[in-house]
């Protein structure tokens, strides 16, 4: 099996719906499989640093590290810049579906802190 494949095994597909995930592509470097991305609806934060009321759609990367654990990270483009609204490393299997879960929140964090 695939490395991207894997991950979609291992993250319920409810997940996946939750964040409207589309487009989905395994991530390569080098020639080499090194984990999936997709796309996701978001909502982000505005520069007062409060919540959108409108989703954005928002890159989503789970990438398999050489520690063996997966590097989480969420990017949107705005006015020409990559901008980071989540990144977290050395995540392990089990903790992948909650933090994507977690993601689909519109609170004051980035992170629903009840679902982690």
């Known amino acids: 099996m695939t490395v991207a494949g894997t991950i979609r095994q291992q993250v319920e597909v409810g997940i996946f719906m939750s964040l409207g995930a589309h487009e989905f592509a395994a991530l390569t470097s080098e020639g080499r499989e090194i984990g999936l991305t997709f796309k996701a609806r978001i909502l982000p934060f505005t ?62 964090e980035v992170l629903n802190t009840r679902v982690l």
């Open 47 to 108: 520069k007062a640093g409060k919540r959108s009321p409108r989703p954005r759609i928002m890159r989503v990367t789970v990438e398999l590290n050489n520690l063996d654990y997966y590097d989480v990270r969420v990017l949107y483009a705005a006015r020409g810049q990559f901008i980071t609204h989540y990144e977290l490393g050395n995540i392990d299997a089990g903790q992948v579906s909650r933090i994507l879960l977690a993601l689909d929140y519109d609170g004051k």
